[in-house]
């Protein structure tokens, strides 16, 4: 039996024209076969364009990703950056405050007696200096710790928890060593006014000789005509000797007096002062500085005064104390 051939029949509206169009079966199966062809092709091509789709898509994620953590590296990097240089700052002041409690060491060893003078309180008066130093030098600090590789992927899942802590463990040793910072400053200043308050304390004496008249002595006061008691000290010693300041301090007066004659008086703080009479010489002037040791004067007999000696008084806050307590080292 003899195959049948397909006819198809297009026909034209405008032009109202038939078309025809006779396939045999052979034709329609080749025909087939090629759309067939077509849409598996085109299917397999959507398919890959998805994939290529979906890849593109993880790709700009995953460099998404790396931009966020480069930028956490380099938040992480600028934080460990400034507490390297607050490290090395609490470095350079625990040197100093080591230097500074050495030097307070020294001069509380050279005095014998400290008497009580008003002064700033701190609150590190209710421990011991060298507590305070032992507590700044001590550092614990633990080692990072290091992962084994079947743990990689456990940390992957945890990255932002453990990138939280370790912003949190940043935070706080900012705060830990600005709170180290603040309480090496305190016990900076503490030193600082310690070694202030001794190097402001007479202590040399200010000419080697021999006491010839001691404080509180009964005293004629040319004044009065009457007696009182001697405010201060004098040292017999041979004219044009040297006369030192027996501490730090300022020149509050430098010139003649009725009584004591060329006279020098000498402002140490922390309510401290001295007075040099009967000098021969004064090598200081009024508003000058002058160092524990420095040559102020010469021993005289300027003055109500019978023979070559220097008058020395201490005062505290303006009060007359015996200059013997101070006495404790030589020039």
Same mark, same amino acid.
Not at 62 to 67: F, P, Q
Not at 111 to 139: C, F, I, L
């Given at each position: 039996?003899?195959?049948?051939?397909?006819?198809?029949?297009?026909?034209?509206?405008?032009?109202?024209?038939?078309?025809?169009?006779?396939?045999?079966?052979?034709?329609?199966?080749?025909?087939?076969?090629?759309?067939?062809?077509?849409?598996?092709?085109?299917?397999?091509?959507?398919?890959?364009? &998805?994939?290529?789709?979906?890849? +593109?898509?993880?790709?700009?994620?995953?460099?998404?990703?790396?931009?966020?953590?480069?930028?956490?590296?380099?938040?992480?990097?600028?934080?460990?950056? *400034?507490?390297? =240089?607050?490290?090395?700052?609490?470095?350079?002041?625990?040197?100093?405050?080591?230097?500074?409690?050495? =030097? +307070?060491?020294?001069?509380?060893?050279?005095?014998? *007696?400290?008497?009580?003078?008003?002064?700033?309180?701190?609150?590190?008066?209710?421990?011991?200096?060298?507590?305070?130093?032992?507590? *700044?030098?001590?550092?614990?600090?633990?080692?990072?710790?290091?992962?084994? =590789? =079947?743990?990689?992927?456990?940390?992957?899942?945890?990255?932002?928890?453990?990138?939280?802590? @370790?912003?949190?463990?940043?935070?706080?040793?900012?705060?830990?060593?600005?709170?180290?910072?603040?309480? /090496?400053?305190?016990?900076?200043?503490? @030193?600082?006014?310690?070694?202030?308050?001794? /190097?402001?304390?007479?202590?040399?004496?200010?000419?080697?000789?021999?006491?010839?008249?001691?404080?509180?002595?009964?005293? /004629?006061?040319?004044?009065?005509?009457?007696?009182?008691?001697?405010?201060?000290?004098?040292?017999?010693?041979?004219?044009?000797?040297?006369?030192?300041?027996?501490?730090?301090? +300022? +020149?509050?007066?430098?010139?003649?007096?009725?009584?004591?004659?060329?006279?020098?008086?000498?402002?140490?703080?922390? %309510?401290?002062?001295? &007075?040099?009479?009967?000098?021969?010489?004064?090598? *200081?002037?009024?508003?000058?500085?002058?160092?524990?040791?420095?040559?102020?004067?010469?021993?005289?007999?300027? %003055?109500?005064?019978? %023979?070559?000696?220097?008058?020395?008084?201490?005062?505290?806050?303006?009060?007359?104390?015996?200059?013997?307590?101070?006495?404790?080292?030589?020039?």
């Amino acid at each position: 039996m003899a195959k049948k051939d397909y006819t198809i029949l297009i026909t034209s509206q405008k032009a109202a024209k038939v078309k025809k169009f006779i396939l045999s079966p052979l034709t329609l199966k080749i025909a087939a076969g090629i759309l067939g062809i077509f849409i598996i092709v085109s299917g397999f091509m959507a398919y890959k364009y &998805m994939i290529y789709r979906k890849k +593109v898509a993880e790709l700009q994620t995953l460099r998404s990703e790396a931009r966020a953590q480069q930028a956490e590296i380099r938040s992480f990097m600028e934080k460990i950056s *400034v507490l390297e =240089e607050q490290l090395d700052k609490l470095k350079e002041m625990e040197k100093q405050v080591e230097q500074d409690l050495k =030097e +307070v060491t020294e001069l509380k060893k050279i005095k014998k *007696v400290t008497p009580k003078v008003s002064r700033k309180k701190t609150s590190y008066e209710k421990a011991s200096p060298y507590e305070k130093t032992s507590s *700044v030098k001590k550092e614990e600090r633990e080692d990072p710790p290091v992962f084994r =590789e =079947e743990e990689v992927s456990i940390l992957d899942k945890e990255r932002n928890r453990l990138v939280s802590r @370790l912003h949190q463990d940043l935070l706080d040793l900012r705060q830990e060593f600005s709170q180290r910072e603040k309480n /090496l400053k305190e016990l900076q200043e503490f @030193l600082q006014d310690q070694k202030s308050f001794l /190097l402001a304390t007479p202590s040399l004496w200010p000419v080697l000789g021999r006491i010839s008249s001691g404080f509180g002595d009964t005293r /004629l006061s040319p004044s009065s005509g009457g007696t009182r008691p001697h405010r201060g000290m004098d040292i017999s010693a041979p004219s044009g000797t040297m006369v030192v300041a027996p501490a730090d301090g +300022v +020149v509050n007066f430098a010139g003649r007096e009725s009584e004591y004659g060329r006279l020098i008086c000498l402002d140490h703080g922390h %309510g401290y002062s001295t &007075m040099f009479g009967h000098l021969k010489d004064l090598l *200081v002037k009024t508003g000058d500085k002058v160092r524990k040791g420095q040559t102020i004067g010469t021993v005289g007999m300027s %003055g109500n005064s019978t %023979g070559p000696h220097l008058h020395y008084e201490v005062r505290i806050h303006g009060n007359p104390v015996n200059p013997v307590r101070y006495l404790n080292q030589s020039a």
